[in-house]
C-alpha cells in the first residue's frame, strides 16, 4: 500500500531564505509526483507536475525534483516571500490511478 | 475562464439526514474527481468520473457515492449522515484523465454533521 510522508510537518523561516520541503514514497511504482499548495479554508493550487520519466521541474522560484528510485520528492523554494506562506502538500499518483497524498508541510515565512 | 465551481460552500446536517454537492469543472474538461480532506486523516480519493462513467473509486462506505452528468458537471451524494463525514469535500477537474494533465481544485465544501 502506497503511503506518502512529508518531513517537516510545520517550518518557520525568515523572508528571504531558500528552503527544502521534503516528501517520501514507499512503492516506486507511480505515475507521476505533484506539488500542490493549501492557503486556509481554500481548495488546492498545483505547482509542479513531475512525470515518473522525469527528474525535475522548474516554475519561477520553484524547483522540485523525483528520485523514483529511493522514493523521494523534494521541493526547493528560492528566496521565500511571507506570500509563500502557505501548506504545501505533495501526492502520488499510484498504481491503481489514485493520488495518495501526504499530510502536508505547513510554511510560514516571517518578514 | 472560470474555475472549478463547488455548492453549497458551507452546510450544516444532522446525523442520519443525506447531502448533495455540486461540483461545476472548468470549461472542456471531462474528468471530474473527488476528495475528503480531514484534521485527522488528510486528503483521500473518493471517486473519479469521466464521461459519465465512474472510473475510479477509493475506499469508502457505499453511503458515499458520485454522478456526472452529459455537461460534465458532477455531484457526490452521501446518505445517512455519521459526525465523523464533517470534513471539507473538494472536487477537482481536468481535460482528461491521465498522468500528465494538471488538476484544478475547486475551494470545497464544508460539511459539518451534528
Known amino acids: 500500500k502506497q503511503e506518502v510522508t512529508q518531513i517537516p510537518a510545520a517550518l518557520s523561516v525568515p523572508e528571504g531564505e531558500n528552503l527544502v520541503l521534503n516528501c517520501s514514497f514507499t512503492?516506486?511504482?507511480?505515475?507521476?509526483l505533484q506539488w500542490f499548495r493549501q492557503d486556509p479554508g481554500k481548495g488546492l493550487t498545483s505547482l509542479l507536475l513531475?512525470?515518473?520519466s522525469q527528474r525535475e521541474q522548474t516554475s519561477g522560484r520553484l524547483n522540485a525534483s523525483l528520485d523514483k528510485s529511493s522514493g523521494r520528492s523534494t521541493l526547493y523554494i528560492a528566496a521565500s516571500q511571507p506570500g509563500d506562506s502557505a501548506t504545501y502538500l505533495c501526492?502520488?499518483?499510484?498504481?491503481?490511478?489514485?493520488?495518495?497524498w501526504g499530510a502536508g508541510t505547513k510554511l510560514i515565512i516571517k518578514p | 475562464k472560470a474555475g472549478v465551481t463547488q455548492t453549497p460552500r458551507y452546510l450544516i446536517k444532522t446525523r442520519g439526514q443525506q447531502v448533495t454537492l455540486s461540483c461545476s469543472p472548468i470549461?472542456?474538461?471531462?474528468?471530474v474527481s473527488w476528495y475528503q480532506q480531514t484534521p485527522g486523516q488528510g486528503l483521500q480519493f473518493l471517486f473519479e468520473?469521466?464521461?459519465?462513467?465512474?472510473?475510479n473509486k477509493g475506499n469508502f462506505p457505499g453511503r458515499f457515492s458520485g454522478r456526472q452528468f452529459s455537461n460534465s458537471r458532477s455531484e457526490m451524494n452521501v446518505s445517512t449522515l455519521e459526525l465523523g463525514d464533517s470534513a471539507l469535500y473538494l472536487c477537482?477537474?481536468?481535460?482528461?484523465?491521465?498522468?500528465?494533465?494538471?488538476?484544478?481544485f475547486g475551494e470545497g465544501s464544508w460539511l459539518t454533521v451534528v
Open positions: 477537482a477537474s481536468s481535460l482528461v484523465p491521465g498522468a500528465g494533465n494538471t488538476i484544478y
Open positions: 470549461s472542456g474538461h471531462r474528468s
Open positions: 468520473y469521466f464521461s459519465e462513467t465512474q472510473r
Open positions: 512503492d516506486s511504482a507511480i505515475y507521476n
Open positions: 513531475i512525470q515518473s
Open positions: 501526492a502520488v499518483l499510484d498504481s491503481n490511478y489514485q493520488l495518495i
